[in-house]
């Protein structure tokens, strides 16, 4: 039996899209593999004049290819403006996102980091944990934080809550295709040294990896899980 | 599928018999109805002058039925001397914790919580995370400290290691197995308020259930879980 | 003397009416008897359309009810929209808090947890801690946050502050006084195991008095306190 | 060699006139005297009702004398309203501290902490790691957090975080002239034993001085160094 | 009625003399003051020939007297080798320890920090914490830690526990009687800047007294208290 | 001017022969380019029967290679029992180590970190630090901690001290000649996935780098830094 044969309808929040590629590519992929069912919501679209339409709508046409190539389910987009977030009241994201995931129904919920430096992951993780909250039994059995290189590591690791992984995913057959997808976007990559190339991926993929004993993972902060 | 079906030989680490019980006491029923299998290492016994022959045996008879009650597969006594873990070197309790886990070659690992005010439990704590470290592909897939009451909350949380637990196993339906397995141990039994009463154990029980919604449950800090 | 002999003037702090209840209802009934006063300021209330007016004036009246049967000295509500405050410019919310406090004038300083779930529980404790400022000696004695039941243990504890108490209230005497508080805040009473239920708090109740050989216990996590 | 030599073009971003000389006064002097560069960022100013035109200009003028008695380089304000940052999108922020930091290029940047009670010292941190981010060869070498007397104290350590300095810069010939500069902020001054009086900053500076055998230090908690 | 008024049994434990002056001489002189009993418990005597037998009745007689200016009611020393209790098996120190504070049996008990540097002070804390635990009634109400100067600095905050004061006490009028019982621990004495000197101390206590508006403080972390 | 100008004495203290090339090898071989000096301190060294003759013999030649290839200045051994240093008295430990590092008079020293697994690693820390304490101006100015791979992983981080990096050094252009270093302890080389691979160093130096926008960096934990 897998070890992931218990996520079966898993619940992907990413702030904006690539988000959930470079934190989850891999599990997705693999995920999709194992036959579960991956729902990826992505809360914020770019807006104009800050983001001109034509990167929008290219950036949604690679986020498509992407998660087509790591056989995502489903995508949603919550459309909130991106990096404005927080001129959003809480309880619209609240109300929008809860719809969202009341819909998906997930048993396992991938979330963006608390302590990664874009204060817009900062309230898509609490916004979701609203939601999550455990007041019926259909409550998510499990809730993980992924990291995202470019935001995780950049707040302030010491004083800002730092990224401590407890839960690996083995993506030693996956990460191939997450560096495909990855490639794909574009025009979200960058050139190495940059945390969003395709080499810091790998090399993160590699270290989280061997960390336990597998050539390459995907590492989270579990929040909470039910048994 | 039952969210435990992955746990096929758990290994229960105890520095002393009934911290298993205490700590993981429902969680061992579960497992035996689920028909996985449950192997307690129990690392030291009393030795006299400190612990009399007389109450050694009778917590050794106690731990012997508590154990067949609640579906224990087996139990093995290292015979450190309690108490005194402190004067053992490091390397000799290494070892022989290292054999014994070696012999049950456990898939899941659950031990006891390195905040815990009892010197014993930190080095148990410690020896057991030695034998579990990722040098090859046989390490436990998961690695989970459980809580004890009349140890977990009395060393200096704050100061030491706190337990915030974010696994929680159901118990709802083995509560009562673990209250009267707890029950047989005489010896060890105290009144309410304290913690080692029935009362006590309940009131944890509960609490923790209410925290995600469930009649009762065993809370858990995770180590490291390998997916 | 009784230990609660230096808590003359007590303000406690609620964002929503009935934290107050689940947080320090026992302390408040225990201050009563001793002959402190206990006043409660309530900083939100709802508005509809988020909220029905039928509901909040039957929350109102629960709390007016459980306000008497614990012995509140006085009872101010600041108005402030429910599950709104994060679009309250923190200047207001200082301002009127800082109004309601000057005129309370307390030595001892009761606050939700800045680690609670809910937004307006985080704002308001910072709002209050501003007030609170050591910019004389007037500034109050004692601050401790209290544990709110549906609100403290579902952040994100490990990577959001964690409740770790260090002050426990014995209230042996002033359970039952608080459950039957709590009981008749019926608009808000769940059936267990819902964090807000009889069963729930009063698990609690005793779960945090073992921990310190009492048979029920609040407790609460220090801020600052000046001897 | 100065251990200060490798500081050559440093920024220090203060949300309120008179934070830069609580948290570094004594370091500015050293600077200027080894003939380093220090550019102060102001961020905000204080607008009517709140404060007085009269109080501002005040505040101004005795910033000016102060940054010339230390030797500051250059200042600049950014004229965000003061106590109201949490109304200012952090968009706008972002980009205006961003432009700012660009134009000074600083190789070591010195901001408030993010634990600091006053919500507007949070925020900055914030934009300025924002700025910081590593996305090119030229961000900051050097990022650090300095102490402000009446706000690092006053949030609520141990919940909130803690200001643990590891860095500690020597002023042991510089405490009077910080000593004299701050005196010169007379619209700020208060009288012992409030934290905004001289004694109480001599008596800090001598405390962190001889931690680390020192007659007088400004004491810092690094955020990020690349050497 | 002083905010002390509930401190009549107070054990100060000490791993070396002059500890308990370091950390608590101030509230000592005001528990005196007040009629409140204060005793002291040594836990190590320097021993041959690491510590010549000179220097170890020097001390002792240092401190007898600066115990007699403070007001110290009794004073106990367990002579346990200084600078060597790693070598000393738990159960006997808990034993020991534990002797020494039933004969006391404090309401409050005062124990050096367990992020002191001095491993000598980490097994104090630990051991007196064993005694402490809450399994009956008679267990102190509170118990907090005090700082040492040149102990508490320098083990490794951030990493090791770091020293967060929460609780405040007043030694406005008793800062001038601790600095002249430490004035006589000559053979302790150091020059400014070093933190065993008499400037570190006064600078220290007017640090931590302006924290919360006093003119001299000595500064606690919390345990536990029990109300 | 190169940012490690002030790194003239460096004193790196190992364990075991092999942890300062893993958590060192590239800042040892930048700073023998920059005409450092580096000294080497290996507290322990393998004893027989645990570790036969023949493997120590081994081990040390290869040791011996690899510092030549570094620049290494000088290596010393303290010749402590490997594995075994929790039998070893603090007072003796302290000692020699205390002895070798007056010896070498660093202004720079480099530990292992607290929160690895092999209590060796744990221990050696706490001794330097003692040594390290600022009793007089001539206590080394930086004091930093490295990581090891197959240690710093491995204990249980988020209860033990967490590794978060805030010093980067970048060894863009040495890391080949760490590799080619660690290469040769072909005693301790192991093959991917495990952490003593020569592909886990390099994933972990990439991931290292690309966060502060290098090719490649050796990430360091800052204890004290006095400037």
């Known amino acids: 039996m897998s070890p992931l044969a218990c996520w079966r309808r898993v619940a992907i929040v990413a702030p904006h899209p690539d988000d959930e590629v470079l934190g989850c590519g891999g599990t997705i992929a693999r995920l999709a593999k194992d036959g579960a069912q ?28 992407a998660h087509a190539a790591l056989g995502v389910t489903t995508t949603r987009y919550l459309d909130f403006p991106a990096a404005e977030l927080d001129r959003v009241p809480s309880s ?49 059995a499990r809730i993980l934080a992924y990291e995202t290189l470019s935001e995780t590591n950049w707040w302030a690791p010491g004083l800002t809550p730092a990224f401590i992984p407890n839960v690996f995913v083995d993506i030693g057959d996956e990460l191939e295709a997450k560096l495909s997808a990855f490639a794909g976007f574009e025009s979200q990559l960058k050139a190495f040294p940059d945390e969003r190339s395709l080499e810091a991926i790998r090399a993160l993929a590699m270290a989280r990896g061997a960390t336990v004993y597998r050539r390459a993972a995907e590492a989270y902060a579990i929040i909470r899980q039910v048994l």
Not at 39 to 64: C, D, N, S, W, Y
Request: proline residues 8%; hydrophobic residues 45%.
């Open 38 to 65: 991956t729902h990826v919501v992505i809360v914020t679209t770019g807006q104009e004049p800050r983001f001109p339409r034509k990167l929008v709508e290219t950036v949604r046409e690679e986020a498509r290819r």
């Open 92 to 140: 619209d994201l609240n109300a929008a996102l809860g719809r969202a995931l009341d819909d998906v129904a997930p048993d396992t919920l991938l979330l963006p980091f608390i302590g990664d430096i874009h204060v817009d992951h900062q309230l898509v993780f609490n916004a979701a944990l609203v939601w999550a909250r455990p007041r019926g039994a259909s409550a998510p």
